[in-house]
């Protein structure tokens, strides 16, 4: 008797998971010490901006993505869903771009707010997207490489090399290589296109494979 034990991920959950770990992991470059610089570079900031900044990032992600997932969802097909994906994406790439125009305590404001509505229209179109195409048998093990793969191991691994980089290379560099992680990461999700709305997800051959 032999038991097999067959991991199956397909090509869009793949690419999907390769992108958020890309996203998170560059924004985890420089969010453990955030506080940090907006309290030593920004002019006239105090430790209450880095709570009114958290505040007006949460305020306008909350606003938009609900109404916007609820949209999405009343929508047929992925294709919306896909467009809105990529504007997520892309206002992720400009945010730590903007970051090094920074100067002042209401550019940091504006900033958070411009990301907040990014990260809404980006999370309900992935979450959108992951959901459809997560193999059926498989939901627990693929939705919990979405928490920890993407969420965790990249959010420690970002905080880790970027608390290094800083000290050596300085708060704009980081913001500066973070960018180019995530522009890198844009092009990932175009892989996406030809495996949205298709009617199903096409799996892959096992990953691994236990033989008893």
Do not use: C
């Not at 309290?39 to 007006?56: C, I, N, R, Y």
């Not at 790439?93 to 100067?103: G, I, K, R």
């Not at 522009?183 to 009617?199: E, N, Q, R, S, T």
Request: zero cysteines; aromatic letters at 16%; hydrophobic letters at 55%.
């Amino acid at each position: 008797m032999h038991i097999r034990i067959n991991l199956t991920i397909n090509r869009a959950v793949q690419i999907l998971l390769f992108y958020l770990f890309f996203v998170i992991a560059s924004t985890g470059l420089f969010i453990p010490i955030f506080a940090i610089f907006i309290k030593d570079f920004v002019q006239g900031a105090s430790l209450s901006t880095v709570g009114f900044a958290l505040a007006f990032y949460a305020v306008a992600k909350s606003i938009i993505q609900v109404p916007l997932a609820r949209y999405l969802d009343r929508n047929k097909g992925e294709k919306d869903d896909f467009i809105v994906l990529i504007i997520g994406a892309v206002i992720a790439v400009v945010y730590p771009f903007a970051l090094l125009l920074v100067a002042k305590v209401w550019h940091l404001y504006l900033v958070e707010a411009m990301v907040g509505l990014g990260d809404a229209a980006l999370m309900s179109a992935y979450y959108a997207i992951f959901a459809r195409h997560v193999d059926k048998g498989s939901e627990g093990f693929e939705w919990s490489l979405f928490s920890v793969g993407t969420q965790t191991i990249s959010l420690a691994l970002g905080g880790a090399i970027g608390g290094i980089a800083a000290d050596f290379f300085g708060f704009r560099s980081l913001f500066l290589f973070s960018g180019i992680i995530n522009l890198f990461a844009v092009f990932i999700l175009f892989l996406l296109y030809p495996y949205i709305d298709k009617g199903g997800a096409k799996s892959l051959p096992p990953v691994y494979t236990l033989p008893q």
